[in-house]
């Protein structure tokens, strides 16, 4: 059993035993809206007849509160782009905080990024795709995850290997994937393929939740010769990442904030007999990146609402050898985002964001060459529109669409950098 393998056997493990533990514990720091939608639950194990659809509980607002119905909408990922804290869930969210998942039953589709979720109310699986890629193909994910209120957890993973070895005695070519591979005679092997493992767990405490994420993601092509035929050679590629946040949103009336941090170590370079190859351009690194994000709503009434959002970025990144440098940036990131409500049944929604980032500072220190560079710019905005339409309370889709703007003169979607999502969700 490799590593890796008991590195996912644990997480399952702990995750099980530890959601068990907390249910009954976390019972009085859920939500209002989760509270609500617990009531599903208990209205379908009364009833005679399970068959039956469970009516849709609206979650209650607080009468104190300025986060309105718009926040009782579940969104695909073409909403919220610029992650305004203050904004409703879209998938995205809940992927990052599994215990949200909880007494949510619903079936999520997403073809334009081949993505889908599927929701029992506890348990829910998702199927995505990996970047774990070393150019000859992809790898699919699948991930499996718990949820009870107050608590949620689920492990990811995508494998994938393709090794070809020549036992003839001339050079052939083999299809890897969409390309075609030069594979010597007898004496050397070649393998493509990489994977990734991942996990979430996430808890609700005192109005706030907390949120521990980690990836392990590789790929690589390895060519094996023997000693008398020549050199080892590895293209290595493999990244390791813990991400923990922490947000007011389940208690926040209508200022909301997250503070979080990520840690990456990242080794991308060409070994020649385990030694880095230093003319192949190698860049490794680690990168500790703590952030906050907040959003407010600043104009809001029944039918319609308008967000400011806001993150400050802090990143500090350290190349290994043979590379001498390091990197300390800071970058904000402004944000406006609006919403409204079409028509008496409200069946309609519109949504149009826009925002941009502002890298206020950036120092690169490069003591190979005795470089050094120092940075600002406000990058291009990025402006995105979509529209929601549900039918009666099962049924809902969206699409998006965005464009960065005024990357030149007249270039409006004029199909650079134009972005179309389309989602669709079935809830029960």
């Known amino acids: 059993m490799n590593l890796k393998t008991m590195f996912g056997l644990g997480l399952i493990a702990f995750g099980t035993a530890f959601a068990q533990d907390s249910y009954e514990s976390t019972a009085m720091s859920q939500s209002l809206s989760e509270r609500e939608l617990q009531k599903q639950e208990e209205q379908a194990a009364a009833s005679k007849d399970f068959a039956a659809p469970v009516p849709f509980v609206a979650p209650a607002?607080?009468?104190?509160?300025?986060?309105?119905?718009?926040?009782?909408?579940?969104?695909?990922?073409?909403?919220?782009?610029?992650?305004?804290?203050?904004?409703?869930?879209?998938?995205?969210?809940l992927l990052s905080y599994p215990n949200l998942f909880a007494n949510r039953k619903f079936f999520y589709i997403e073809p334009t990024n081949l993505m889908g979720v599927l929701s029992l109310g506890s348990f829910f699986t998702a199927y995505d795709n990996s970047n774990a890629t070393d150019g000859k193909f992809r790898l699919g994910r699948l991930t499996l995850g718990y949820a009870a209120p107050g608590f949620g957890f689920y492990v990811r993973a995508g494998l994938g290997r393709n090794r070809i070895k020549n036992d003839g005695a001339e050079a052939t070519d083999v299809h890897v994937g969409q390309e075609t591979v030069h594979v010597e005679p007898g004496v050397r092997s070649t393998t493509f393929g990489g994977d990734d493992l991942g996990f979430a767990i996430s808890k609700g405490f005192m109005g706030l939740s907390l949120a521990l994420s980690g990836d392990w993601l590789t790929k690589k092509t390895e060519v094996h010769a023997d000693p008398d035929a020549g050199a080892e050679t590895k293209d290595r590629y493999d990244s390791l990442s813990f991400r923990l946040n922490m947000t007011n949103a389940p208690s926040a009336k209508n200022f909301t904030w997250t503070v979080g941090a990520t840690f990456a170590s990242t080794r991308d370079e060409t070994l020649v007999n385990d030694d880095v190859d230093a003319s192949k351009n190698p860049n490794s690194f680690w990168d500790l990146t703590p952030y906050v994000r907040a959003g407010v709503s600043v104009l809001e009434n029944e039918n319609a609402r308008v967000l400011f959002g806001a993150a400050a970025i802090f990143s500090y990144k350290h190349y290994y050898d043979p590379n001498d440098m390091f990197r300390f940036a800071m970058v904000l990131q402004p944000s406006m985002m609006g919403e409204v409500f079409v028509g008496e049944s409200k069946n309609f929604m519109f949504y149009g964001e826009v925002g941009y980032d502002w890298v206020a500072f950036e120092f690169e220190k490069n003591n190979n060459n005795d470089t050094n560079q120092m940075t600002d710019i406000m990058q291009p905005v990025v402006a995105a529109v979509g529209f929601r339409y549900q039918y009666k309370e099962f049924l809902a889709i969206e699409m998006g669409l965005g464009q960065q703007l005024f990357s030149s003169s007249g270039a409006f979607f004029n199909g650079e950098n134009t972005f179309l999502d389309f989602s669709a969700t079935i809830r029960f």
């Open 61 to 93: 607002i607080p009468s104190d509160s300025k986060r309105s119905s718009f926040n009782s909408i579940l969104h695909g990922r073409s909403y919220n782009r610029n992650s305004n804290m203050a904004a409703a869930n879209n998938m995205e969210l």
